[in-house]
């Protein structure tokens, strides 16, 4: 293990963080990105750093790539967003309203309440997976899925009628995560609570407020993650919270694939991903990274290990890879700033996006073009079909 490399590329990735707040501050939404990413690839090496224990199964002579991955990314993003500056517009608010989401968001609003009350009439203290048994697999993870689309409907709700129904869905989502152990609701409310620091005007107490939840939502997530995993043994509180995630062992261990046995992949993972949108009767892949991660470290284990869109970036191209995937990231997150008030749309895309890229950093290219492409999917069948609904009352709803 090259330790003063690893070491060297931490703080030269502190200094640019540190760089990078000074220029843009927190009116940028990159910011966020980076200091997310930061957390999640650099925890555990600072973990080497004081002495403290990672991951038994990272390769620690793949570790210095691993490191070198992270300093692509956030040297990437870093230089891009200050290259390509934010607009900081005002969102212009909707004031149209949208029955349709009204009767979704009461069947989601139920959905929650009856699986928080089998849960609750059980006992709170029974494990994960029996909590997620008892709802069904497929309806937990769908519920979840389904509700990173509906929370990015904020700025259609705003300021209308279904603001009240918004709220209640999101407050009972919360709930339902924080039952089942889950904390997938941080990454909707990291987004809207950036949009509102970045693209509206606060006085500094509401700004302080709107900071102080944001630190405290991502400390309760990382708490919820700590209280319900069994398989983390760390030594201290310290070295369990800068564990979290699964970033430097993915990427270390895909170095250490693509050195020893595959070479590099050349773009195949993302066509495999590309061509998976298609309908299964025209394309059909047993492949995924997820799987071949898992089949690789440990053939016939249970539990996944996730994997990263770094990872991902460089076992299809090196190094290079990594820069043009956090490239175009950077790039569709300063197109949806840019337009962000022309329609509805943009509005929706981008809390969407800002979300769940943050979720897709611990993930592949499949789950980052299959989440965004059902995002425009849900959206416009939404927004036609509430169309025809008050279209049929005679209030016609522009649709943008």
Known sequence: MNFELIEYHFYL????LVIKFFINGWKDHLTYFILFYFFFSMGPILNLILGNGIYFGTPKDYIHIASTNFLCAIATMSILSVLIRPRNTEIEEVRENFPLLNWIFIAFIFLA????????????????VTKI???G????????????FLTSFYYLCRKN???????????????????????????????????????????????????SSLSLLGIGGTLIFLLRDA???????????????????????????????????????????????????????????????????????????GFGLDAEGYMNFGYIGVIITFAIIVLIQRYCNYNINRGKFFKYYSVFFHG?????????????????????????IIIQANNFITKGQGKVATHE
């Open 13 to 16: 990735c502190l200094i640019i």
């Open 113 to 128: 309440f009856f699986n928080i009350t089998k849960i609750v009439t059980i006992g709170l203290n029974i494990d994960k």
């Open 133 to 135: 048994s008892l709802i």
């Open 137 to 148: 697999n497929s309806i937990h993870y769908i519920y979840l899925l389904l509700q990173l």
């Open 161 to 211: 009628k279904t603001r009240r129904f918004y709220y209640l869905n999101f407050f009972t989502y919360i709930a339902y995560c924080l039952v089942t152990g889950e904390r997938d609701f941080i990454f909707p409310l990291f987004s809207i609570v950036g949009h509102l620091l970045i693209h509206h005007r606060t006085s500094f107490k509401k700004k302080l407020i709107l900071t």
């Open 231 to 305: 398989t983390q043994k760390t030594t201290n509180y310290i070295e369990s919270f800068l564990n979290q995630g699964s970033l430097l062992f993915v990427n270390a261990f895909t170095a250490k694939m693509v050195d020893i046995k595959y070479n590099f992949f050349y773009g195949e993972t993302y066509l495999h991903s590309f061509l998976s949108l298609l309908p299964s009767f025209i394309y059909k892949s047993s492949y995924n990274n997820l799987a071949w991660l898992k089949d690789n470290y440990a053939p016939g284990g249970d539990s996944g290990y």
């Open 356 to 380: 769940f890229t943050m979720y897709c950093f611990r993930n592949d290219s499949l789950a980052f073009f299959k989440g965004n492409l059902y995002a425009i999917i849900v959206y416009f």
